[in-house]
């Protein structure tokens, strides 16, 4: 019996573990390892925050999807792995032998939250803060400071600024950037529609402000200026688990797992990685989860082709995959290339798209 472990419930691996399920594998056992039973979508994640998703949109119910495919989940964290002997160890103290292993853990906290500091991603912890946020929101003014301008920051900041203000509470946000404008990727219309946005709607904003220390509700800037928190959400996009490197997987210049075009680990063949984790050696395309469920595909063809001892397929990103950004009020912008276009139409297109996608790993 040959043993794959998939470590995360990530979007590649929901596409392998459906793939598992529709086509089953005599003498194969497969794991994984995921600390939550429901999977939360941080592309809808903006979405649910606002308040224009109700919980079960936008999660994924692991528990169920493993069911159809036979697949175990372990309700665990994989804290580190020992490629010698063919290992992953996790927090609740099990280990788990493998002959197959593919990593899918996303993006690691950009922050270690405590107290007033939350980072966006993983997805599950922000919600959990953010129930927590909204009840103080209630009984008082709350200083919410945003550190990240890039599409994740602006759109957390302006869905939790229309869900509180839906509720009836006050509450003052604001963004600190560090680089000299918002959005540095994207097209200049883009750019100054959402500088309108913010402005439009009173979200204070500063550009080339690098943070350097947060203390007594004070957030400190590199300028010497300051501002007044209650609670700070951390938003500077992709940043690598260190536990892969540390296990002596080869990893990029940033930390994310090393992989071919095969999306196999370049040090360890018997290992995969897909998803914000992977860090692909011929191709550099920004992380998304389109990409991420792309990937997915190829993920599941060569888990299988490895067990069966075939040719590996490569995994070939899209040139131009748009980027959908949302507003906090069901408007967004996209913007592929130089190209960008805004409306509530967009929202509707990117809401089609991510309840089409969740709906294919929704099990009835
Ligand atoms: C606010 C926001 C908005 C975004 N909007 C978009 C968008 O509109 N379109 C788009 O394409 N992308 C968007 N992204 C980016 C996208 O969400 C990520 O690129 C995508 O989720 C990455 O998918 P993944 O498969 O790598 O991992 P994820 O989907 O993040 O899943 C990783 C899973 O692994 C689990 N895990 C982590 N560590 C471990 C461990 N050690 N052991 C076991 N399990 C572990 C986590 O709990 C998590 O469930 C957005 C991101 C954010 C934060």
Redesign the pocket.
Known sequence: MKRLVL???????LEVIRRIGQHPSVGLHVTL????RF?????M??GLIAGHYQHADCHIDLEALCGTACVDRMA????GLDAQQRMVHCASGASIAYDLASL?????ATYAPQGMEVA?????AFLAYWDALRQRAQSRVLHIVTVGGG??GI??TLSMQHCLNQAGCRAHLSIAASNRTILPEHPAHVRRYFERVLRERGVGLLTGARVTRIEDQTVWLDSGAHLVADHVVW?LG?RA?E?PAHAGLAADEHGFVLVDRTLRSTSHPEIFA????AGMRDHSRP??????LRQGQVLAENLMRTLGGQRLVRYAPQRLAP??ITSGDRHAAASWGGLSVHGAWVWRW?DRRDRERMARYRVA
């Open positions: 470590v995360g419930g990530g979007h590649s691996h390892v995921a600390p939550q999977k939360a979508c941080s592309d994640l903006p665990d964290t994989v804290v899918d853990i996303g993006s690691a966006v991603e993983p997805g599950e599409a994740s759109e957390m938003a992709p688990a536990w897909a998803g914000d984790i992380k998304s989860g389109v990409h991420a980027a959908l990117k």
